[in-house]
């Protein structure tokens, strides 16, 4: 039997995540959204696309949870997306409240699933599907370091004119401004980009991966990235549904890890068949550690509001 995958929320970034996975044949999907049609017409589309593609993944639309149950993972992407002038954190009262209904619902039908949150502000939104769910920290994860690393790796891709294949980044911390892309970790090839790029120029990077999101919504104006996105969500999918254990930069809750206690914040983690299956702790030079700590504070912001505003 093939492993089932529910995404909900079937608007840009769910249904990308449905066609990647599906087109990777890496399980069936079931794609679950409020607005009637909409879910059942682009499982349909996708389906009559798979002839072209040559895949045999089974894609069912629904509006009703049911047609979740017994998922291996659920992937929230359901919510609203971010217009000019928003912040991720403008989101949070709004996004909240959807993320309960849907993890409420989703956890319930698949108690077994691994979580994946996309729905933003990242990090609060993973609070509040670890806290509705009850799910064991391990099965509750956000997504957000693979899209920022990604982002960082086609920066550096361009500025050297180098396969992005040879690039390798790493982001930690919250899913916002205060993340923090750590250059020395940053290679091509192996080299660290501290020998290739000049001071100037990898900050210029940085700030332009810190401001990666924003960059995509002044251009859409009616919504925000998507494509990346779902392609970060897919590959945290596959290193799970495959057992494959990569290293990869994900949202995860922290009980005393670098120093951090009850928050979601990005840090490195192996993902396998039972999810987070290790954190992994590097030692950071002090300012590396400033840097993620002032990440976890405007986390920590961001839990204490959704307490006010529950
Ligand atoms: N249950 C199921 N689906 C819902 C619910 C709900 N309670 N509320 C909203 N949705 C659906 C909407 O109907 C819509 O189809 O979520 C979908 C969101 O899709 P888009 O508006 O296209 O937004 P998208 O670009 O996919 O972004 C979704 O991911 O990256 C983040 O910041 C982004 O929080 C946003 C989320």
Known sequence: MNKKVSVIGAGNVGATVA????EK?????ALIDIVEGVPQGKALDLTEAAPIEKHDAHLAGSNSYEASAGSDIIIITAGIPRKPGMSRDDLISTNAKIMKIVTKQA????PEAILIIVSNPLDAMCQVAYETSGFPRNRVMGMAGVLDSARFRA???MELDVSVEN???FVLGGHGDTMVP?????????????????SERIDALIDRTRKGGAEIVGLLKTGSAFYAPASAAVEMA?????????????AAYLEGEYGINGLFIGVPVKLGASGIEEIIQIKLTDDENAALQKSADAVA???ALLKEIA
Not at 19 to 22: M, W, Y
Not at 107 to 110: F, G, N, Q, R, V
Not at 182 to 198: D, H, K, M
């Open 182 to 198: 750590l250059p020395r970790y940053s290679t091509v090839a192996g080299i660290p980009i501290t020998e290739l790029l000049s």
């Open 155 to 157: 920066f550096i891709a």
């Open 25 to 29: 044949e890496l399980c069936d999907v």
């Open 19 to 22: 066609q990647r996975l599906a």
């Open 167 to 169: 690039t390798h980044a």
């Open 107 to 110: 956890a319930e039908l698949s």
């Open 301 to 303: 912001e961001l839990k």
């Open 238 to 250: 596959e290193s799970i549904l495959k057992d494959k254990k990569k290293i990869l930069p994900c």
